[in-house]
């Protein structure tokens, strides 16, 4: 079933316009709670009260106030604010082009998706897309919808277009206000310590991949609703907290970072990700040996005992990331999984390999 568009309009720049739709990109999963009353099953509502006599306010009564000063207040009437709000857009009116690079990110508020309304509006629809690919820029226009006026940008993003509300300048605020010790120049690193910082940024560069991302804290709430439903005691694992580093030993941390880098592996420092974090391992890669044809003693398998399994399993373990021992966590069906370090996946997924294989 297609979705249905939140709204329908008109796309224009210059004397180009094109019917479009646009529909909601985005879908929040978050867990919906209902207020209760402790003991029961009453809901609790929230209710409009004078704050001076305790008495309840109807809707209709209620009016908007600014105060100006202590106590004192300009009264404005819903149909006041209704006259000036703005109207319903019936155009998306590109009024330039942008190059992309120049946009800081932190402008970008919400997406939607942009598509034509007809199939006979295919031609004029892939051409914009296209042009504003090739080109790297995206179109700046004012946008009306459920009163209230938003800058917005459109742009191509893998064969569609995507129309982003914008937050105003007057809205971002300056860090430098609001950061206290926020450093400012350069603050006493080595060069060496540089170098190893930006070596092992790239040990740990990957391919963006959202879906390799999850959301850890809301499976632990569903994880803890089926637990309560079914009776099973509820208990949850912590790890250490963590610890900023010691300036003095930066240089032995960030070579200890490299060398769980270089072990697909995070440092006993740095163990636990944070939740929602999950990062593609870097296997090392193997060669095999040529034998001339021949089978070496040396490569024959002897036969793997009980002892040879779990040092085997200890070993494969000991390569993943977080992410991965907690992916093999989920297979094995792990309890609280969620709530564990890197450290005790591993001893879960261990000891369920084990347990797996000895069955």
Same mark, same amino acid.
């Given at each position: 079933m297609m979705a249905r568009p939140v709204w329908t309009g008109v796309l224009s720049f210059g004397l180009v316009t094109v019917p479009v739709a646009l529909y909601t990109a985005t879908d929040s999963h978050a867990v919906q709670f209902h207020q209760l009353q402790r003991g029961t099953g009453d809901w609790v509502r929230n209710k409009r009260v004078n704050e001076r006599t305790g008495d309840e306010v109807s809707y209709q009564d209620v009016v908007k106030g600014f105060e100006v000063a202590d106590g004192e207040y300009v009264v404005v009437e819903p149909d006041e604010l209704e006259q000036i709000s703005p109207g319903r857009s019936r155009t998306i009116d590109i009024?330039?082009?942008?190059?992309?690079?120049?946009?800081?990110?932190?402008?970008?508020?919400?997406?939607?998706?942009?598509?034509? *309304? %007809? @199939? &006979?509006?295919?031609?004029?629809?892939?051409?914009?897309?296209?042009? !504003?690919?090739?080109?790297?820029?995206?179109?700046?226009?004012?946008?009306?919808? *459920? %009163? @209230? &006026?938003y800058l917005t940008a459109v742009r191509a993003d893998a064969g569609l !277009?995507?129309?982003?509300?914008?937050?105003?300048?007057?809205?971002?605020?300056?860090?430098?206000? &609001?950061?206290?010790?926020?450093?400012?120049?350069?603050?006493?690193?080595?060069?060496?310590?540089l170098a190893t910082a930006e070596q092992l940024i790239d040990m740990l560069t990957v391919d963006w991949d959202p879906a390799e991302y999850h959301d850890t804290y809301e499976e632990q709430i569903k994880k803890l609703i089926e637990d309560k439903l079914a009776g099973r005691e509820i208990t949850a694992s912590e790890g250490p907290p963590a610890e900023a580093t010691n300036v003095v030993d930066l240089m032995a941390v960030l070579k200890r970072s490299l060398e769980g880098a270089?072990?697909?592996?995070?440092?006993?420092?740095?163990?636990?990700?944070?939740?929602?974090?999950r990062r593609?391992?870097?296997?090392?890669?193997?060669?095999?040996?040529?034998?001339?044809?021949?089978?070496?003693?040396?490569?024959?398998?002897?036969?793997?005992?009980?002892?040879?399994?779990?040092?085997?399993?200890?070993?494969?373990?000991?390569?993943?990331?977080?992410?991965?021992?907690?992916?093999?966590?989920?297979r094995y069906e792990i309890a609280h999984r969620s709530t564990m370090t890197r450290d005790e996946l591993q001893e879960a997924v261990a000891q369920a390999a084990r347990h797996l294989r000895a069955s």
């Open positions: 009024s330039g082009f942008v190059d992309l690079d120049q946009v800081d990110p932190i402008f970008f508020d919400k997406t939607y998706y942009l598509g034509p *309304r %007809g @199939k &006979e509006y295919a031609k004029i629809f892939q051409l914009l897309t296209e042009a !504003l690919t090739r080109s790297n820029r995206a179109g700046i226009a004012l946008f009306s919808i *459920r %009163g @209230k &006026e !277009l995507e129309l982003h509300t914008m937050h105003w300048a007057d809205e971002l605020r300056d860090p430098h206000e &609001e950061i206290g010790d926020l450093p400012s120049g350069r603050a006493g690193y080595s060069r060496q310590e270089k072990h697909g592996k995070t440092t006993p420092d740095a163990a636990d990700e944070k939740p929602g974090r593609a391992a870097q296997r090392p890669r193997t060669t095999p040996k040529k034998t001339g044809g021949k089978k070496s003693a040396s490569t024959a398998a002897p036969p793997e005992t009980a002892t040879a399994k779990k040092h085997a399993v200890k070993k494969d373990l000991s390569r993943l990331t977080k992410a991965q021992l907690y992916k093999e966590a989920s």
